[in-house]
């Protein structure tokens, strides 16, 4: 018996049962000089492929010529394989037999690091030193990002791929499978969908859609920048503006931006604590309420953030309690940033809300009056002092 829940298997990565994908992700930390992205994609990599065997052999079909590789028949995955005295490339691919396989595929991974012409003659001296010891063929590969090279060129009888030439290859076989619910043709689905995350690949094909928002981009950028304009001139008559707290927000792109506001109007003593809040409204994707929505629609928001030590809590007994909720009844929505540092208690609208309006100056009122009726709701009634 094995430690570490681990028992003896016939196949598969490391000849067992390996540790879940979680904990093979998360073995890799931050370390000084070290990122441990490649790392982790290696391991995503080389658990997708595990689970989808007949993938793993489409994709070395079509990034090797496929007339010319032997009858490959099962395959074996592992990361990091084999700390011989050259080294050891980031992925073998070993088909055929366990003890004596027909092809050996080592891939050497790359993302932000550079690939040398001398790493991959090493690996490829090993290959051969295996292939004389325990016979088959090999292949190797360096794996790179698209416009990346192999600084020296790369060997004779190495290839050079791309994340993108993966994408596009698993995503296909994917397409190919009658059962779009088994568990390899999700995971390889998951791990597509990874590399287009991590702008690594791109299988979604342009669309109509896409095609009439390019067409008409600039026409509607400069609605869309006038929009904000008139919106934000009748903000501030009406609202008094702070210089930015961070940086110069006069982004290029017009529905990107966040403006600060002190948290009372003209002429009105402050009843909000000093410190730790501000007014805002702001636009961008709608990431900060959903992070699982980083592509979606673009959003105005508006309200007032929180710095985290200042923020209210839900769920405390009395007054901070009682105050969220009666903003929950208004429309607010409280949540924080990617980072956790602000808490937001704010209302939301969508770019599709404003359409239908007669003109971009009705367009802006409504938007206007969107943003200061937020902030009277908020300023007529401050959060309990502790």
Request: charged letters at 30%; aromatic letters at 10%; a negative charge.
């Amino acid at each position: 018996m094995l430690s570490d829940g681990h028992r003896v298997s016939g196949c598969g990565i490391l000849d067992a049962i390996a540790p879940s994908l979680f904990r093979r992700l998360r073995q890799y930390g931050t370390t000084p000089g070290r990122y441990p992205r490649e790392d982790q994609l290696t391991e995503a990599l080389a658990a997708t492929l595990d689970a989808a065997p007949n993938a793993a052999q489409t994709l070395v079909e079509r990034v090797f010529d496929s007339e010319a590789l032997p009858d490959v028949g099962a395959c074996r995955v592992r990361s990091q394989p084999d700390p011989g005295e050259h080294g050891c490339a980031d992925l073998e691919l070993a088909f055929g037999p366990k003890d004596q396989p027909v092809l050996r595929v080592w891939v050497e991974n790359k993302v932000d690091s550079a690939a040398y012409r001398s790493q991959g003659e090493r690996y490829m001296c090993r290959l051969e030193e295996l292939r004389v010891l325990h016979g088959g063929e090999w292949r190797f590969a360096w794996l790179l990002r698209v416009g990346h090279e192999v600084e020296g060129e790369a060997p004779e009888r190495a290839s050079v791929v791309t994340w993108q030439d993966v994408a596009s290859q698993l995503h296909e076989w994917r397409g190919d499978q009658e059962d779009q619910e088994s568990y390899a043709t999700r995971l390889v689905a998951e791990f597509v969908k990874h590399l287009e995350e991590e702008r690594l690949g791109h299988t979604r094909a342009l669309s109509e859609r896409d095609a009439l928002a390019l067409n008409w981009y600039e026409e509607a950028q400069l609605s869309a920048q006038e929009l904000v304009e008139q919106a934000r001139a009748l903000v501030r008559q009406r609202w008094e503006e702070l210089d930015p707290l961070k940086e110069d927000v006069r982004q290029r792109n017009s529905l990107w931006f966040w403006r600060h506001y002190a948290k009372h109007g003209p002429e009105r003593s402050p009843r909000w604590p000093e410190e730790g809040s501000w007014f805002e409204w702001h636009a961008r994707r709608d990431a900060a309420r959903n992070p699982e929505n980083q592509r979606g629609e673009v959003v105005f928001g508006t309200g007032v953030v929180f710095l985290e030590q200042y923020a209210p809590r839900e769920g405390d007994e009395g007054d901070e309690e009682s105050w969220l909720r009666r903003f929950y009844s208004r429309g607010f929505e409280y949540g924080g940033d990617v980072r956790g540092h602000h808490l937001f208690l704010f209302r939301y609208r969508s770019l599709d809300e404003l359409v239908g309006l007669p003109d971009i100056g009705a367009q802006a009122q409504a938007l206007a009056d969107f943003v200061v009726e937020s902030w009277e709701m908020l300023e007529d009634d401050p959060p309990p002092r502790p």
